[in-house]
């Protein structure tokens, strides 16, 4: 069946690095698509990778291996306020379209 | 102006009551979409609607039916309200795909709904 697997929590500090993984499983693929949400909040599209390699949008980059069904979304120059749930999703082109959302990774930030 | 809105915000209800949530979107989508989100987080399509029809119906119980009259808008009823109904359900609306397609789904604040 289809599937997305990610982490469900990751910590880092304020200031730096992080990367949120996304695994995927589809009988068919469009591209793979994140969003963040902030806790009472609703999910809002951060990006969309159709193509492999990395699109870069400000602080958050996000990037894509069709051949490997992976992707993950990288977080600059971090901020408190991206503590946040952060979503990988796929429409599944093999199965009606059926968008298809992974678990969440909760992002906590240290001072 | 508000992209896709939802009525009400909260909702607290009885077992066994009838209940409605709407949601309207001005972004001139042609599909729009429910999601149930329950408490850990894990959010999961329920129905999307596409130009007034059908297109994805998830294995939910029939005791929540969508309704469309027109293309801006996407009601949820939900019938004889059971506990595990309790969840927050948000409201979505994307556009075909198309030139500088980016399968973008925008959505609606969410209605939290508790049944007592």
């Known amino acids: 069946g289809q599937s997305l697997e990610q982490p469900s929590e990751v910590t880092a500090v304020e200031g730096a690095i992080v990367q949120i993984n996304c695994t995927y499983q589809?009988?068919?693929?469009?591209?793979l698509s994140w969003y963040q949400q902030h806790d009472g909040g609703a999910p809002t599209f951060l990006s969309y990778?159709?193509?492999?390699g990395l699109e870069e949008t400000g602080r958050f980059s996000s990037f894509l291996s069709r051949s490997d069904s992976y992707g993950y979304l990288l977080l600059q120059e971090l901020q408190m306020k991206d503590s946040a749930s952060y979503f990988c999703?796929?429409?599944?082109?093999?199965?009606?379209?059926?968008?298809?959302f992974g678990k969440g990774t909760r992002l906590h930030i240290l001072p | 102006d508000t992209a896709v809105s939802q009525t009400p915000k909260y909702l607290v209800t009885q077992m066994g009551n009838d209940k409605s949530i709407k949601c309207e979107q001005n972004?001139?989508?042609?599909?729009m979409y429910w999601y149930k989100q329950d408490s850990k987080k894990f959010l999961k399509i329920m129905f999307s609607?596409?130009?007034?029809?059908?297109?994805i119906n998830e294995t939910v119980p029939n005791r929540f039916s969508p309704k469309s009259p027109d293309k801006a808008h996407l009601n949820l009823h939900i019938n004889s309200l059971e506990l595990g109904d309790s969840a927050v359900y948000f409201c979505?609306?994307?556009?075909?795909?198309?030139?500088?397609?980016?399968?973008?789904?925008?959505f609606g604040p969410g209605t939290r709904l508790t049944v007592l």
């Open positions: 972004l001139g989508h042609d599909t």
């Open positions: 979505a609306s994307s556009q075909d795909q198309g030139q500088g397609y980016t399968d973008t789904q925008y």
């Open positions: 990778n159709a193509l492999d």
């Open positions: 589809t009988s068919g693929f469009y591209g």
């Open positions: 609607y596409n130009n007034k029809e059908l297109i």
């Open positions: 999703a796929v429409r599944d082109e093999g199965r009606d379209d059926k968008i298809i």
